[in-house]
């Protein structure tokens, strides 16, 4: 448990957010003269970095930004801390899906097998829900003359492998041959 989710942890046992089953966050508004209740802390979706899971900004009493993933807060918050070796899993798939219900722990490992015996996912990296030819596969001749005549005139060496399926870095390995 990182010292943000310990702080962020504290304010929901202290009544400052409430934490609920549906993977829901809310900053309890206590200084406002004609309001007292509930606010969405409206939580922020973080980009590629964090495989897009959610993520909340949350000020404390010191104007600190504390920030932690949803999904962690929501589990911690009712099963206690997270043992160490494991992480949360989301059973399908959606890290969005913040619902208690839909969080387990998982090794890195069981997380893998769950991704692609449960569901469906293809493994590699960038492989984008299909396999990929390996950087050491064979492309014909007249493949190869191809992706020349493409790399000559200004196709992206991204929209080439694409086409060709296969890496970035085996069609950089090719036009360099030329």
């Known amino acids: 448990m990182t010292k943000q989710e310990r702080e962020l942890l504290e304010m929901a046992y202290n009544g400052i957010l409430q934490i609920d089953k549906d993977g829901l966050?809310?900053?309890?508004?206590?200084?406002?003269?004609?309001?007292?209740?509930?606010?969405?802390?409206?939580?922020?979706?973080?980009?590629?970095?964090?495989?897009?899971?959610?993520?909340?900004?949350?000020?404390?009493?010191?104007?600190d930004n504390l920030k932690a993933f949803v999904h962690r807060l929501v589990f911690m918050y009712f099963y206690g801390n997270i043992p160490k070796g494991l992480q949360i899993n989301h059973k399908d798939g959606n890290g969005h899906n913040n619902c208690l219900g839909n969080?387990?722990?998982?090794?890195?490992?069981?997380?893998?097998?769950?991704?692609?015996?449960?569901?469906?996912r293809k493994v590699g990296n960038r492989t984008r829900g299909k396999q990929r030819k390996g950087v050491h596969s064979k492309l014909s001749a007249d493949d190869r003359e191809a992706i020349f005549y493409l790399a000559d005139i200004g196709m992206s060496q991204r929209k080439i492998a694409r086409k060709f399926d296969v890496t970035q870095t085996r069609i950089s390995q090719i036009v360099r041959e030329a």
Not at 110 to 117: E, K, L, S, Y
């Open 25 to 63: 966050i809310w900053k309890c508004k206590k200084k406002h003269k004609e309001w007292d209740g509930y606010k969405d802390c409206r939580p922020r979706l973080q980009g590629h970095d964090h495989h897009g899971y959610v993520r909340i900004a949350i000020r404390d009493e010191n104007g």
């Open 103 to 120: 969080l387990e722990l998982m090794t890195s490992s069981q997380q893998m097998i769950h991704a692609v015996n449960v569901l469906g």
